[in-house]
């Protein structure tokens, strides 16, 4: 595919390059063909390659790009290390929005103005994001709430963006071996639709919801519940929750906070999420977590989240004990289930480098084991060696190098590795219970009851055949030698026509010959020839219509 090369996406081509040139790869500019968008002083790109850098960059670009910094914060089989940390804590404080635009969204999605709903509605935002802003309200009945507006404009300015990022993706993919290796345009497709839900604050709203139900066993974890009658596509009304980020707290404010249950709690609801309910909050940044006035965690921004479907929750399972216990074998066995081979995996190198890195971290203090540092270590290696990881797997080592800094700042003794031993026993114990739940053992005595009632009209049925002698297996395979036969006698067949048709053609020519040697009238040679074609014709007539009849299996 060709650049479309459209005048509103020229900026993006040259937004794009110049990042990819500055952090390290014109290798990949050069291949993709895209040298010619960039400026000579970009033209060596060797300047310093920083994940602060990086993050500030994307920020200023705007909010498209840090949602994809946001989403690239994954891809540790992408990115080193330093560069996962910076991009994880990636977030887009900008200027916010004139309040006239406030009352025209605001509108426009509810038909009414702020103030013939609440009774108090702040005009001054409390947060301000690429995306849209947070007011403080109040509802007429002392209900304080928080009002989420969608940034004016910002879903045509995204989508275009996107067409940008869409043609770049698939260009670098076609053209260079990074791009088929990784996948660049899945990965933006991925991106794509996950941005266009989290416009949507009517799926925020429902993603609030069932947060909220599955982690009601949490008593020191809140989500705040939305106001359905006052949520559209881009407005979200929802609970205020009073509180600081954790990431605004120092030394001195942590003293009078419970850090060791708090930390506890938290890693033991993202275990949950994942390995349990198959839901998650994706984007569990120091940001947005919470230390509500009352002490509690609070969990907000659940514009981005995932799923994880049943059968990547067990290898998740195998892959968490096995790094917290430090069994590399097992480690990479289960992230091999997690991951598509591609056609250069290197099976021997990914299993040696994976055992490399869980058994170095073995007999650190635990105050130097990051489970999550560890995970995207492991995407790392997995992308080296020729093993695409599964989303689920990034998405998992993005939330455990969150969770990391959290916990830590909760809780600087915290141990993670206990805390996940811990905790997935009990999500086994769990899952083992709602495996053989009254529901379950129905519906299987259920099958049971039908089985036993067919079993013995089947069984009659087979033993009849038998005894009848009617019984027959189908057997589906190839005859190497049959084959082979059957190639041999093309090829004769083909031989013997050239040899009948150079016959014909060189006695028709011998017929113009003047001989003394006549035979029936005719130049003796030629008649010979004319002959020994007939004969020869006769037998491969013969060959054709009786032999193949004759191996023909009966019908």
Known sequence: MALSLRPQHLRRYKDVARLLAKYGRRDIISQAGLDEVLDDEHANGELAAKGEDLARDLEALGPTYVKLGQLLSTRADILPTPYIKALARLQDDVEPFPVDQVEEVFCAALGVRPKDVFSTFEYEPIASASLGQVHRAVMRDGRAVAVKVQRPGIRQQIVEDMEALEEIAELIDRRTEWGERFGLAAMVDQFRRSIMRELDYRREAQNLLTLRENLESFDRIVVPAPVVDLTRSTVLTMDFVGGRKISSLGPLAMTDVDGPILADQLFGAYLKQVLQDGFFHADPHPGNVYLTDGGDLALLDLGMVARVEAEMQDSLVKLLLAVSEGRGTDAADAAMELGERLDAFD?????????????????????????????????????????????????????????????????????PNAAIQRHAAALLESRIRHAISPSTLFTAALDAKEFAEKLPGRLNHLLDTIAGGEITFAVKGIDEREILRSLHRLANRVVTGLLLAALIVGAALLMRVNTHWKLLGY??????????????????????FIGDRRRDPPR
Do not use: W
């Open 523 to 544: 130049p003796a040679l030629a008649i010979v020839c004319f002959m020994l074609a007939a004969l020869l014709a006769l037998g491969l007539v013969f060959t054709i």
């Open 347 to 415: 099976e021997d190198r990914f299993r040696r480098d994976v055992a490399d890195l869980v058994s170095s971290h073995q007999g650190l203090a635990m105050q130097d084991i990051q489970p999550g540092s560890i995970v995207a270590e492991l995407t790392r290696i997995a992308g080296e060696a020729g093993l695409r990881p599964a989303p689920e797997l990034t998405m998992l080592g993005k939330a455990l190098l969150n969770l990391d800094d959290v916990a830590r700042q909760l809780d600087p003794n915290f141990d």
